[in-house]
């Protein structure tokens, strides 16, 4: 009776440790749906909300740069026509969230048959009960 009852306490604990992963994870799954979508819309009101004011990205071409760079980098004709994100794992610690994956770009001036994809490293911060998106990876393949 002792094991059976070590057990469910066990079991318990494991789910409601679980459960509070669970919630942080659908909120930043929801960031990230979020965040492209406001990408494909050019919608940097978005963005800026998403984005921490120490957002900073490690982008395809090698050069680290920031979120008013890269909505510069917009206003100036950087835009695309699709964005497909596929999550792979979200590891959660604290108040860090680490998002990889992959994702597929069309870009909208090129062919819409013409796509990039890349590998992915997203990094949210929980500041005062919000995620914000701090620093980004993405790699061409």
Same mark, same amino acid.
């Given at each position: 009776?002792?094991?059976? !009852?070590?057990?469910?306490?066990?079991?318990? #604990?494991?789910?409601?440790?679980?459960?509070?992963?669970?919630?942080?994870?659908?909120?930043?799954?929801?960031?990230?749906?979020?965040?492209? $979508?406001?990408?494909?819309?050019?919608?940097? @009101?978005?963005?800026?909300?998403?984005?921490?004011? $120490?957002?900073?990205? +490690? +982008?395809?071409?090698?050069?680290?740069?920031?979120?008013? %760079? @890269?909505?510069?980098?917009?206003?100036?004709?950087?835009?695309?026509?699709?964005? %497909?994100?596929?999550?792979?794992?979200?590891?959660? #610690?604290? +108040?860090?969230?680490? !998002?990889?994956?992959?994702?597929?770009? #069309?870009?909208?001036?090129?062919?819409?048959?013409?796509?990039?994809?890349?590998?992915?490293?997203?990094?949210? #911060?929980?500041?005062?009960?919000?995620?914000?998106?701090?620093?980004?990876?993405?790699? +061409?393949?």
């Amino acid at each position: 009776m002792k094991k059976v !009852v070590l057990s469910l306490l066990l079991a318990l #604990i494991a789910f409601s440790f679980s459960f509070g992963q669970s919630k942080d994870e659908q909120k930043i799954r929801q960031l990230e749906v979020t965040w492209s $979508e406001a990408l494909v819309k050019f919608d940097t @009101i978005t963005l800026r909300k998403i984005w921490s004011p $120490e957002y900073v990205i +490690n +982008n395809p071409a090698g050069k680290v740069v920031t979120g008013k %760079e @890269i909505i510069q980098a917009m206003k100036s004709g950087t835009r695309y026509q699709a964005y %497909e994100k596929t999550i792979e794992r979200i590891t959660i #610690i604290d +108040n860090i969230a680490i !998002v990889m994956g992959k994702e597929v770009l #069309i870009d909208q001036p090129k062919d819409p048959k013409q796509s990039t994809a890349r590998r992915i490293t997203n990094i949210w #911060i929980k500041k005062k009960g919000n995620w914000y998106l701090i620093a980004r990876q993405a790699t +061409n393949i």
